[in-house]
């Protein structure tokens, strides 16, 4: 193989022709400056049009081309081609998801966990528009804001070992979000979100193995998210022992 | 997904970004009585709005006022903005971002706890909020978050509308494909919102994300409603070499500096003086998109831009403004300058160059959203409400999706509650006629065309003939390139035959609506002989309000488009000169 070239190893699935998936070979140019992403681009348009995947803005927000390469879960849009030389790159759908076909995954599930850590602003009463907007320090604005740049590409839950073998588990980006909304000093909806979070699936499952934060590609730390919840379950089960009557957070 | 009884709503909103998701809200809020469905060729939270950085504008503080909104955008607009339009915009704007403040964004806030604003490109005043240099990102998920606690509202999330359905002059549904099982149904709807967003990729180079491809255009412009505006292409003046990746106005709004090969500021060359140390509102930098472009382009040709391996570029210098205050409000720059170019603004500057960012034209509809075709309706950059003329200000087209959502959704909303539900019954032969044609068209054939090519020469024949600079001889040349690729498209050649996630079929869809709209750019181009905002004829250097003060209106007819004309509405502010 020559300097100008390198391989990829793309896993394909068909459903309906392939029994499983299985690997294929491309040999693609190799650009000091193309990512994963541009190789895939390339086969698509240049070599075998079948290649099936997902991918939009090619800049890192989108969050739509989360792959498995190497092995890791990576935003294929990221991952430049000159850190895996010489290769071969293997290219595989995201790790303890369905696969709908070749690198496509399904993502009902986390869909359907979004919805139910409510992630929106839940007040006892809401402001009218015409009185204005609701005043938050930079500081307030500091405790949550880490927690509310996940971009939802999934790559948390291919990293995480638990969710690999309890589905149900609520999962780090939901309960990231989750504590996003608490944290929020505009929200109220802690005690409604709170049987979600507490239930066995919910942070508890988590055995922290941290994976999800290395992996995650915006910084949001969503094992940071668990373990504060956990803790701050926790208190709250103790205030209720101490203070049957009621500790209010 | 709606059950085997689906398929059947009161409202139908097509796309799901911030225009789409605002209006389905909008609809949810206006009567709990609506069925609504939101559907998307990708799910909510990867519509091309997560990728708007620098921020969006309303006025929100006592320096500033309504009316200086309103002629900041009529002035950016070279004055080709509907004025009765900007002034419904202004005035709804500042309660829709306090909206979405509600609806928990995490703007930017200033120590005593409001919303922060900072200056942006033509605007007088600092009046652009902002959530850091990810705004469109936190919009959109603040959006979409918020849009699943209205469980009324379901979704199609990754089905491709292939037509719109139209009985009696009505609209009422589309036919759509799912992805996941690659079958067509109709979805029927007494009431239809475009939401699709724009076409940037009709060019090779530009800020759009892949699925800018036009689609809802497209199917508004083959059901026989006019493109209103299309040769006003926006070219962002600072995106990355080689990606096309966005580097925000916001850099320059911060006080980040445009420099030429000898780092010589040299947009004061250009009427846009003098340079200052601290930016000054529509000065030197913080001029509009349209004039510091084609600065950009006169630069080059006196050969004082850098030359890269992916064309000639400048510098965007950030490193006068500190890691503090970059890491504050401009991390994703830093973030992107770094993944992308290997440069780190703190250490370096960012080399920089014009790239396609924004459609200013769009579905022709009023000031509710309404089209020319009953029961459908339009909005954000799908649409064109005539907010942004022939040059939209930065930060317009944010608070335009929130403004015009909401009222599309309203009005669509009140439309499907006075009519009563379509018949689905003839509907479902359309569909399995419609699923026909696609198999005829695209599954069955063994062309000899492949999608990348001619994707690749629509792209070449659109920047050469509808660039920064235009001319009567290259935009000819590229419509006739235009017209040879749509012949040419007919022998399209798919290797993919299968049902499921076929992506080939969706990129031959795809390409199909860009064609449509490519030639819609190129022959309102050809046709508006002046030069006005982002329009510039170097054969007719002068805007020209007693031809062309109207808006262009592209109608489909079998041998290409038809351009009409259509007035501009001028309330208060007669047009004048512009000059910054």
Known sequence: MSDATITLEVTRYR????????PQSFEVPFQKDWVVLDALNHIKDRIDGTLSYRWSCRMGVCGSCGMMVNGVPKLTCAAFLRDYRPGPIRVEPLANFPVIRDLVIALDDFMEKLRRVKPWIIRAEEKPVSE???????????????????????????ACPVYGLAPAFVGPAAIALAYRYNLDSRDEGYRLREPVMSDAVGVWECTFVGECSVVCPKGVDPAAAIQRS???????????????WGGRR | MPGEDGYQHDLLVIGGGGAGLRAAIAAAEESNRLSIAVLSKVYPMRSHTVSAEGGTAAVMRDDDSLDTHAKDTIFGSDFLADQDVVETFVREAPGEVIQLEHWGCPWSRDPDGRVSVRPFGGMTVNRTLYAADKTGFHMLHSLFQTSLKYEKIVRYDEWFATSLLIEDGTVCGVTALNLHDGRMRPIVAKAVIMCTGGAGRIFPFTTNAAIKTGDGMALAYRAGVPLK??????????????????????????????????GYRYLQDYGLGPPTD????????????????????QEHQKGRTFDGPYGHYV???LRHLGEKLIDKNLPFVRELARNYVGIDPVHEP???????????????TDITGKTSLDGLYAAGEAACVSINGANRLGSNSLTELLVFGARAGRSAARHALERAAPRSNPLAQLASDERRRLDQRFLRVDGREKIADIREEMQKAMESGCGIYRDRATMEATCQTL??????????????????????????????????????????????????????RTDFPKRDDARFLKHSLAYRTPDGPRIEYLPVTITRWPPEERKY
């Open chain 2, 350 to 364: 960012i080399p920089v160059r014009p790239v396609v960012h924004y459609m200013m034209g769009g579905i022709s």
């Open chain 2, 315 to 317: 510098h965007l210098d």
């Open chain 2, 483 to 536: 017209a040879k690729l749509r012949e040419r498209f007919a022998h399209i050649s798919l290797a993919d035959k299968d049902a499921v996630f076929n992506t080939e079929l969706i990129a031959a869809l795809e390409l199909e609506c860009t064609l449509e709209v490519a030639e819609t750019v190129a022959r309102s181009a050809l046709a508006r002989e002046e030069s006005r905002g982002s329009h510039t």
């Open chain 2, 229 to 262: 505006d299309m040769e006003f292409v926006q070219y962002h003046p600072t995106g990355l070499p080689g990606t096309g990746i966005l580097i925000t106005e916001a850099a320059r709004g911060e006080g980040g500096h445009l420099k030429n090969k000898d």
């Open chain 1, 15 to 22: 459903p309906g022709h392939d029994r499983e998936p299985h």
């Open chain 1, 230 to 244: 956990k803790l701050a379950g926790a208190t709250d089960w103790l205030l209720s022992m101490v203070m049957p």
């Open chain 1, 132 to 158: 204005g907007e609701y005043r938050q320090t930079p500081a307030q604005l500091e405790t949550y804001k880490q927690f509310s740049m996940c971009i939802n590409c999934m790559l948390c839950y291919a």
């Open chain 2, 278 to 297: 601290t930016p000054v509102h529509r000065k030197m930098e913080l001029g509009p998109r349209d004039i510091l472009s084609r600065c950009h382009i």
